[in-house]
């Protein structure tokens, strides 16, 4: 079989084989219903609430401030929305580079005229210009939600949450966070860096996909975002994806405890990567910040050239998964709502490298090998598999 590189980790990640075991009694011998009160009912029961003293206690929350959910999708949708049906929000401050479940909740509550919206200035490297935040804040005493994510999934840029949390507070706003691509990746006390709902997702951090959890803080009070029985104490009805549940704490577990190993694992990968690329494509620059960034993304923004329209496609063919940060549709490729947002050329091309646990050296060097071919000969020297 030929070979494939996996460089696509903040779309995906691969599950541990640790949680794949702590998970499989819920896939088999232990189905009780949650809600039951028999002895089935009352094992599964049992591990959902362990799990979720587990979640709550990695990021310092209390147990009754974690509420499980499919994933950051549903976990930022429910935030935003919550905040204005709930909380009564008025005005939602957010960014032009958040991720699409972040940017299509916002619109959908302003195209409904259930909210005001505003958006704070970003610098090239997708971050937001705080000055600007501060004055957006300062000018409507209108009760606000800030929306802004702490790491930027395409770019990688990272954002300031303590000075954010500060900010907020200071002007009395609610704040929500996307916090997906850090969650298990970066130490995040709720205690020490006050914030209203954050989001987390499993298969993130090497858990099961379809999982995730809602931080929210006990003085918000809300109403159920899925109407039905009484599961996550009514906030969110519906029969709970227990092994989901075990597998995500058993993988959150585990990625705090080896954080440091990972992160200086993957930190020496990246800058490895980096330097390669500079080598075989000196017109290359990095549109995430250089130094306010995840340790497991680089954006690589690559020169103009016969090979930029295709570079995807052709790393797919060569055997690495990458991601272009584009958006598909009838056919044509088109820049991302967040580069077009930095103002990057759409005549160059954007790719995100994506690193993980299990990524090596071996992986970066084959990754290299084949860009310098494809850079070097165009596309059309790439042939397709027979
Ligand atoms: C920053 C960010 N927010 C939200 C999501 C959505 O998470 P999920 O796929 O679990 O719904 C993602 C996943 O791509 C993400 O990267």
């Not at 232990?30 to 009160?37: D, H, K």
């Given at each position: 079989m030929s070979r494939r590189v996996y460089l696509d980790n903040a779309a995906t990640t691969p599950i541990r084989q640790e949680v794949l075991e702590a998970m499989m009694p819920f896939l088999t011998s232990?189905?009780?219903?949650?809600?039951?009160?028999h002895q089935d009912g009352r094992t599964t029961r049992a591990a959902i609430e362990g799990a979720r003293k587990m979640v709550a206690g990695l990021i310092g929350?209390?147990?009754?401030?974690i509420f499980f959910t499919s994933g950051g999708t549903e976990s930022n949708n429910m935030a935003i929305k919550c905040a204005v049906t709930d909380l009564g929000v008025k005005r939602i401050i957010t960014s032009p580079a958040e991720h699409h479940c972040v940017k299509n909740s916002v619109e959908h509550l302003h195209n409904r005229h259930m909210v005001g919206v505003d958006l704070v200035r970003i610098d090239r490297y997708g971050l937001p210009d705080f000055a600007h935040l501060e004055e957006l804040l300062s000018s409507?005493?209108?009760p606000t939600l800030v929306s802004l994510m702490h790491a930027n999934n395409e770019l990688g840029s990272l954002l300031d949450l303590d000075a954010l949390s500060t900010l907020c507070k200071k002007y009395g706003a609610w704040l929500h966070s996307d916090t997906v691509q850090t969650i298990g990746h970066y130490q995040i006390n709720v205690q020490q860096t006050p914030i209203d709902f954050l989001s987390g997702a499993a298969h993130k951090f090497y858990g099961p996909k379809g999982i995730g959890f809602i931080y929210i803080h006990n003085r918000c009070h809300i109403e159920p975002?899925?109407?039905?029985?009484?599961q996550e104490r009514n906030m969110r009805a519906g029969t709970e994806n227990i092994s989901g549940i075990v597998g995500l704490a058993k993988a959150m577990q585990l990625a705090y405890t080896e954080l440091s190993e990972d992160v200086a694992l993957i930190s020496e990968l990246k800058a490895y990567m980096k330097e390669r690329i500079s080598e075989i494509c000196p017109d290359v620059y990095f549109n995430g910040h250089p130094t306010q960034s995840l340790y497991t993304v680089l954006n690589v923004s690559f020169p103009p050239g016969p090979y930029a329209e295709l570079l995807i496609m052709s790393l797919d063919i060569a055997g690495i998964s990458a991601s272009g940060g584009s958006a598909c549709s009838s056919g044509a490729e088109s820049q991302s709502h967040v580069l077009n947002a930095i103002g990057h050329p759409t005549n160059r091309k954007a790719v995100r490298f994506s690193f993980s646990r299990n990524t090596t050296r071996e992986d970066i060097d084959f990754t290299i090998d084949q860009l310098a071919g494809i850079l070097a000969m165009g596309v059309h020297a790439v042939s397709l598999p027979a």
């Open positions: 232990n189905f009780g219903n949650p809600s039951s009160i929350a209390s147990t009754g401030e409507s005493d209108a975002f899925i109407d039905g029985g009484s």
